[in-house]
């Protein structure tokens, strides 16, 4: 089990797979006011990047679930390397349906909602495994600026205008589904940048290392378009953030 090739190679060598930047995951831990011991969930956790600094920085414990083998291996060795490995633990594996025993403090599904079928249906997974008055955290694409055409949505790597939001939008939509929004931090253009850009050094020195791989036609006309695509389409028209909520009482 695993996710399609493509992704193990262009976020190989990133830590956090979105468009945050350490600080932003830093001042999101923050934001929120976290109190030692606070179990979490992270389905969808990627290289483990936001638990594994939050049990640094805050003394947080949790579990991780990714179907990701690379980036799972790559998050326990970050949890070792962080002096972190007793608090966290990272599965390999499908996240789809996952209900944790334990009860939360908090619950998160950041960049991956369609573990749950779209941000509703990831909302009432995780409320499953979360304990009364915790805290969700989605991670969502929402449109900086609404895309003029489809075609625009389409540069943006988005399958219709209508798969997002705008953000007032996105905003009221959670309230729609019961729960007030609490807190957020919102990704810029330059934390983009930083999820984007790198995949393009990462590409370049696998084409270096791989010249004969099945993939390297691929991943060389990925390298050659990705550049003015993105310029073009994401970094002007899609916004992304993460949105603490809370079950309104
Ligand atoms: N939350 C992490 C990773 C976001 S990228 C971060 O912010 O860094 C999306 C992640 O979802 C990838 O790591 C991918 O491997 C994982 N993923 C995709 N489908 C999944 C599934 N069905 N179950 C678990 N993880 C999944």
């Known amino acids: 089990m695993d996710i399609p090739r493509i992704f193990n190679i262009t976020e190989s060598a990133h830590r956090i797979h979105n468009p945050f930047t350490p600080e932003k995951l830093a001042t999101l831990g923050e934001a929120l006011r976290l109190e030692t011991g606070t179990r979490m969930l992270d389905l969808g956790s990627g290289s483990g990047e936001m638990l594994c600094t939050w049990a640094r920085d805050y003394g947080i414990i949790g579990t991780g679930i990714d179907m990701s083998q690379l980036f799972t291996g790559q998050a326990k060795r970050r949890a070792e390397k962080l002096g972190v490995a007793d608090q966290v633990e990272f599965i390999h594996g499908d996240a789809a349906g996952f209900v944790s025993d334990e009860k939360a403090g908090v619950a ?102 791989n010249p004969d791989d099945e993939f390297a036609k691929d991943v060389r006309a990925q390298l050659t378009s990705e550049p003015v695509r993105y310029a073009t389409y994401t970094r002007e028209y899609l916004g992304w953030g993460v949105f603490a909520l809370m079950a309104r009482c």
């Open 108 to 209: 998160a599904c950041i960049g991956a909602t369609w573990i749950g079928g779209g941000v509703g249906g990831t909302i009432e997974l995780l409320a499953q495994s979360l304990c009364p008055g915790g805290i969700i955290l989605i991670g969502e694409p929402y449109w900086r600026q609404l895309p003029p055409t489809e075609d625009v949505a389409k540069g943006c790597q988005a399958s219709s205008i209508s798969d997002f939001l705008l953000l007032p939008e996105l905003l009221a939509s959670f309230g729609h589904l019961g729960y007030d929004v609490v807190e957020m931090v919102l990704a810029d253009q330059d934390s983009w940048d930083r999820y984007e850009a790198a995949k393009w050094l990462t590409m370049r020195r696998w084409l270096e290392t």
